[in-house]
């Protein structure tokens, strides 16, 4: 995570907003993500109106060409997240039945079901939104995500490396080593950096993270402590020379 705001540091000027999201509320969605492999889901979250963004961490990383009122919820952290949906890539974005009625309204808050932000996933395919994604999002008051899991075995949802679009990888140690060739050959594949094992037994080579707002522009994504003072915090101000 440290890793990462470092990288939304750097290509700050490539975004017009910004959204802070916790570390742990992160951690919750990547532990859900892998749970639910090689399912996509689909999260509802909610900013909490009494956390606005840190001013001397809004500052930190606005950019020049920065914009207020993009979308609802901005200038606040998010607080809370709920698991609505699970299914392919072309069903995880319905809202089942039961988050239509009044069935769980005291657990997903007053707007029953209408979160502020959403975030899906992509298992074995990267963080880039597709056209479904695109046409999804033109409901979203907030913004989307997109959490992309690069897994293996592949089984039938085999990786491609050349879809068009900006990644941003989650650790300095899941980047790809460079490579002479543009079309990685499959036993260089097979050597791949293992992040981990989920409970499917898939094991985890990469985490993406974007978000953006339903007119296509990109949001920069801060990962922040309790307090919201982004991860690396320290080592982040460090590295700005006088």
């Keep these: 995570m440290v890793s990462y705001n470092h990288e939304s540091f750097q290509s700050r000027e490539s975004y017009t907003a ?32 009494n956390a606005p963004h840190l001013p001397e961490v809004e500052h930190f ?6 914009t207020e009122g993009l979308f609802q919820g901005q200038g606040f952290r998010i607080s809370e997240a709920h698991i609505v949906n699970r299914g392919n890539s072309y069903s995880v974005h319905h809202l089942p039945e039961d988050w239509t009625d009044d069935m769980f309204s005291t657990t997903r808050g007053s707007r029953a079901g209408r979160f502020t932000h959403w975030l899906h ?7 880039i939104p597709s056209h479904a994604d695109a046409d999804a999002a033109q409901e979203t008051p907030g913004v989307d ?35 002479k ?18 409970p499917s037994g898939h094991k985890i080579h990469e985490i993406q993270l974007i978000a953006f707002r339903k007119n296509g522009l990109g949001i920069n994504v801060i990962l922040v402590d309790e307090e ?15």
């Design 18 to 49: 910004q959204i802070h999201l916790p570390g742990h509320v992160f951690q919750e969605l990547v532990w859900w993500a892998l749970q639910a492999l090689p399912d996509e889901i689909l999260v509802g979250m909610d900013v909490d109106g």
């Design 61 to 66: 990383f606005k950019s020049t060409e920065h």
């Design 121 to 127: 996933t992509h298992p074995n395919a990267p963080a």
């Design 145 to 179: 995500m997109i959490l992309g899991l690069r897994f293996s075995p592949e089984g039938p949802l085999p990786w491609f490396d050349d879809v068009e679009g900006v990644r941003r990888r989650v650790g300095a140690e899941a980047k790809p080593k460079p490579t």
């Design 181 to 198: 060739s543009k079309r990685r050959s499959f036993f260089s594949r097979q050597n791949l950096t293992v992040l981990g094992v989920a």
């Design 228 to 242: 919201g003072y982004p991860l690396g915090w320290d080592e982040l101000q460090s590295s700005i020379k006088p």
